[in-house]
């Protein structure tokens, strides 16, 4: 009898230990169920936040955009500046608040990657109903990128007070544009022609020297000698002109006409 006694406590023990841990395992289950309604609340509020503060654009706005300085090709030069005009047209009965314009260069192979994101301005300014605006956005270019097409999505974003209200994102401009080197001032052609004039003037102050030189070395020397000092006179390069007296023949001069008819007998005959 003492051990059916003894055996009765120790079911009657088990029994409570198994209903000591449901209870704690229910109250364990209640707190991770409130918790994981917590947290789902948590998440549905964020993402409705998120949807009323982050729209795409509004039904009553129109955009566009224009490229004042190379609107056809839509070429520009790196590390330069390029404007870009984003025209902003009301259609709705509410006024609009622009806020700013942002504009980010991007892979045209793959839009998630961004090759440069750039500076957002900020404009605030209010557009009535029926209205519309001309926007200026300016950027520059990293001059050391590679020359070559890259995707451009330019931004503007603007708000709505009221119920309907809320902030707005509109992209009026997402296209390719080309960028090309930067234009060297150095002519390399006309480098070679200053080269070439040089060389030809060089030449021919080279040939021009040389014929004064050789000019200078043909030129005859005199060669003067005393018969006092013994010394030889050259008169080699008298030859041929009318100084030349080696060669020219004297001529005897005969008796004059006065004595020849005066009769007289010369000394000799006596």
């Known amino acids: ?142 001059p050391l990128m590679e020359p070559r097409d890259y995707g451009l999505v330019a931004r503007v974003t603007y708000s709505q007070d009221g119920e309907n209200g809320g902030n707005f994102t509109h992209v009026f401009y997402n296209g390719t544009i080309l960028f090309a080197e930067v234009e060297s001032t150095f002519d390399v052609q006309l480098l070679f022609t200053y080269v070439g004039l040089l060389a030809v003037v060089g030449l021919i102050g080279y040939v021009i020297y040389n014929q004064f030189k050789a000019i200078g070395r043909k030129k005859p020397t005199r060669k003067v000698t005393s018969e006092s000092s013994g010394q030889s006179i050259d008169h080699d390069w008298l030859v041929g002109t009318a100084a030349d007296r080696s060669k020219s023949p004297r001529k005897e001069r005969g008796p004059s006409p006065s004595k020849q008819r005066s009769g007289k007998p010369s000394k000799k005959n006596e």
């Not at 964020?46 to 654009?57: D, E, I, L, W, Y």
């Not at 605030?124 to 029926?130: A, F, G, N, R, S």
């Open 1 to 142: 009898q003492k051990e059916k006694q003894k055996q009765s406590n120790r079911n009657l023990l088990s029994l409570n230990a198994i209903l000591f841990l449901l209870s704690k395992m229910k109250s364990i289950l209640i707190i991770a169920f409130v918790l994981l309604f917590a947290f789902a609340s948590g998440e549905e509020s964020s993402v409705k936040a998120t949807k009323s503060n982050t729209v795409g654009p509004s039904p009553h706005v129109s955009v566009f955009s224009i490229f004042p300085k190379n609107n056809e090709n839509k070429t520009f030069t790196l590390g330069e500046k390029v404007d870009i005009v984003c025209g902003f047209a009301n259609n709705g009965d509410e006024a609009y608040n622009i806020t700013g314009i942002s504009a980010s260069l991007l892979w045209p192979y793959d839009p998630n990657v961004y090759i440069q994101n750039f500076t957002v301005l900020p404009y605030y300014l209010e557009v009535q109903p029926k209205e519309q605006v001309s926007l200026l956005y300016t950027f520059y270019t990293d």
